[in-house]
Structure formats: structure tokens, C-alpha cells
């Protein structure tokens, strides 16, 4: 079955750029996901990308996909300790009506 | 707000007993997800159900099973529970029955298997 991978922890300081990272298996993902997971929670969409765009900017957000290397990121612009939070990343697959989660990347962000 | 309702927020029982969690999504989506968290692995799929009739099917133990009623609220039992059961349950609704759009996440109901 399908496989999303992501790094479990990343640490930055306010201020900085922090860039998530998501590997995924199967090349026939259609729609690929970016989730957040604020404390005491359910996930939030944050931002998706369709698998014939590259990039897509939103506000502070870059996401960039590699469709070669089924490679998903994302990209946090002056990054501020509200960002701090458990983000997903997802995809769908055609003819599945669910989405396949990584296990989620724990973003902590110091003053 | 995502307009998810899942009740209760926490569950706290013995090894061998039942539960029901309960799941409204949000007004309009006719389709209602069922998601584990767990630490060790991550989110996962339960089940789907769209309009009442179950559409998809994950990695659910035969010990759970899934409902939606005529009013789109869903339920999900688990029985004989395991320490392993202990986990984040999640419920997501969506308008359509393909998902290629936004999950609406409740807050989960954290099950504490003792």
C-alpha cells in the first residue's frame, strides 16, 4: 500500500525558515496535502498542491513537490512560535476516497 | 471551530470493557472518517462512511465497528479493549464520498485503556 514518510522533529528559532519534509510511494497521488496539528486538537488543512503543479505559494507557505522524486515539502516563511505544532503531510490516491497520513513532523519554534 | 462534534473528549476504562465514541460531523458533509492515532503509528484509517452506507474500509480490528445513522451522526464501538486500544480516535467529515478535497477534523476523544 501506499507510504507517506516524513521526519519526525524539526527545531528552529523565531524568525527563521522552516522547511518540513514528505516522501511518499506511490506516483499516482493526485492531490497532496499539508495538515496541522495545533496541542488538544483535531488537524487543520493548511495548504494542497495537485500532482501537475511544481510549486504553490501561500502567504508564508511554499510547498514544492518533485513529482520525480516523490518529494513533498513545505516551506514556512519568518516562522513564529504559533507555527509550533504537529504538521501532516497526506495524499490521495485516484479511486480511493481516503487519504493516506504521514506520522506527522513536530515543528518547535524558540523565541 | 471545524463543526466536528465528537463526544467524549476523554475515556478512561478497563481491559475486556466496550465503548462508543460519538462523531457529528459537519452540517451538509455526508461523508464521516474514522482515524487512530497512536505514537507509534501515527494516523491511521479506520473507516468510511458516506450517506449512511459504509464506503471504505482500513486498518479497523474486527473488535471495532462503525455506524451512521439517517441523521449523519456516526459512532464507532470498540470492544473487548485492548492496552494497545489506548489512542487519539479522530472523526473527519467531507462533503463528497472522493476526497480530493479539505477532511474537517473534530478535536478526537483520547481513550485511556487501563
Known amino acids: 500500500g501506499e507510504d507517506v514518510e516524513q521526519s519526525l522533529f524539526l527545531s528552529v528559532r523565531e524568525g527563521d525558515s522552516s522547511v518540513i519534509n514528505c516522501t511518499y510511494t506511490d506516483s499516482s497521488s493526485t492531490y497532496l496535502y499539508w495538515y496541522k496539528q495545533e496541542p488538544g486538537a483535531g488537524l487543520q488543512l493548511l495548504t494542497y498542491?495537485?500532482?501537475?503543479?511544481d510549486m504553490k505559494q501561500d502567504q508564508r507557505l511554499t510547498v514544492l513537490l518533485n513529482k520525480k522524486d516523490k518529494h513533498l515539502s513545505l516551506r514556512i516563511a519568518d516562522t513564529q512560535t504559533g507555527d509550533s505544532a504537529i504538521y501532516f503531510c497526506a495524499d490521495h490516491l485516484p479511486g480511493y476516497s481516503t487519504l493516506t497520513f504521514g506520522k506527522g513532523t513536530m515543528l518547535l519554534v524558540s523565541p | 471551530d471545524s463543526g466536528v462534534t465528537q463526544t467524549p473528549k476523554h475515556l478512561i476504562t478497563a481491559t475486556g470493557q466496550r465503548v462508543t465514541l460519538r462523531c457529528s460531523p459537519r452540517s451538509g458533509d455526508l461523508s464521516v472518517y474514522w482515524y487512530q492515532q497512536s505514537l507509534d503509528q501515527g494516523l491511521q484509517f479506520l473507516i468510511q462512511?458516506?450517506?449512511?452506507?459504509?464506503?471504505a474500509k482500513g486498518n479497523i480490528l474486527e473488535r471495532f465497528s462503525a455506524q451512521q445513522f439517517p441523521d449523519l451522526h456516526s459512532e464507532l464501538n470498540l470492544s473487548s479493549l485492548e492496552l494497545g486500544d489506548s489512542a487519539l480516535y479522530f472523526c473527519a467529515s467531507s462533503v463528497s464520498v472522493q476526497n480530493t478535497g479539505e477532511l474537517f477534523f473534530g478535536e478526537g476523544s483520547r481513550l485511556t485503556v487501563l
Open positions: 498542491i495537485f500532482s501537475n503543479m
Open positions: 462512511y458516506y450517506n449512511g452506507e459504509e464506503r
